[in-house]
């Protein structure tokens, strides 16, 4: 009974379950397994051919393209991954990915057939599964106009700020977060060069805009 106590409170946080209600949460928490997970752990999406569904309660997630090994996205708390099998019977994008942990954490999984089944006893939960999917939808699109209409160091500049501000804990009057990226993830994840990347952390940091060493980044208040 522990451990199911422990994943609700593990779960109630996250907007995917708000409406479901504790009993019906507490029986989602049956189908659950947490696990702790440590940086440079690989995160597999399949288990004995069954694809998994990941929650991340703690700790920071890069998705990557297993073929070009691109960092795709990066996850925190109350962010869900391998979703996308639950829209697509065959082969889904998550077969080409990889989750690899960046920030020790704790995460839980469900197998997608169990998930499923919950999507189809609770409909709260689908809509909001839905919404989730439509917010990932919207960043993709901005994420294409960003390309379209802004240069290369203003979409770096931009990443970087909203980086420090999604990532980072205030200290002192400074906001603070851990760098977890390398110049070749942001490059990734701007569509820009690893060089391009160097060039405007150096001229950001000439300009006091932030400063950053190997272990973190940061912007005053």
């Known amino acids: 009974m522990v451990k199911h106590v422990?994943?609700?409170?593990?779960?109630?946080?996250?907007?995917?379950f708000k409406k479901m209600g504790k009993k019906n949460l507490m029986d989602m928490c049956h189908l659950l397994e947490m696990i702790n997970v440590r940086k440079g752990e690989t995160l597999s999406f399949n288990r004995e051919d069954k694809k998994l569904v990941y929650f991340v309660k703690s700790g920071v997630v890069k998705i990557i393209n297993k073929k070009t090994k691109h960092t795709l996205s990066i996850l925190k708390m109350g962010n869900i991954f391998g979703e996308l099998a639950l829209f697509e019977d065959q082969q889904t994008t998550s077969d080409e990915e990889q989750a690899i942990v960046l920030e020790d954490g704790v995460v839980c999984l469900i197998e997608t057939a169990q998930m499923k089944m919950m999507l189809e006893k609770y409909s709260s939960l689908k809509n909001q599964l839905l919404k989730i999917q439509?917010?990932?939808?919207?960043r993709l699109q901005r994420s294409l106009e960003d390309l379209l209409y802004k240069d290369s160091t203003t979409r770096i500049q931009e990443f970087i700020l909203n980086y420090i501000h999604e990532f980072g804990k205030e200290k002192n009057g400074v906001l603070i977060a851990k760098n977890l990226l390398s110049h070749q993830d942001i490059a990734n994840l701007t569509n820009t060069s690893r060089q391009t990347v160097s060039n405007v952390l150096s001229k950001l940091r000439k300009q006091e805009t932030i400063d950053y060493n190997a272990k973190e980044i940061m912007i005053p208040i």
């Not at 439509?134 to 919207?138: C, E, H, V, Y």
């Open 134 to 138: 439509g917010l990932k939808i919207r």
């Open 6 to 16: 422990t994943k609700f409170w593990f779960l109630k946080d996250f907007n995917l």
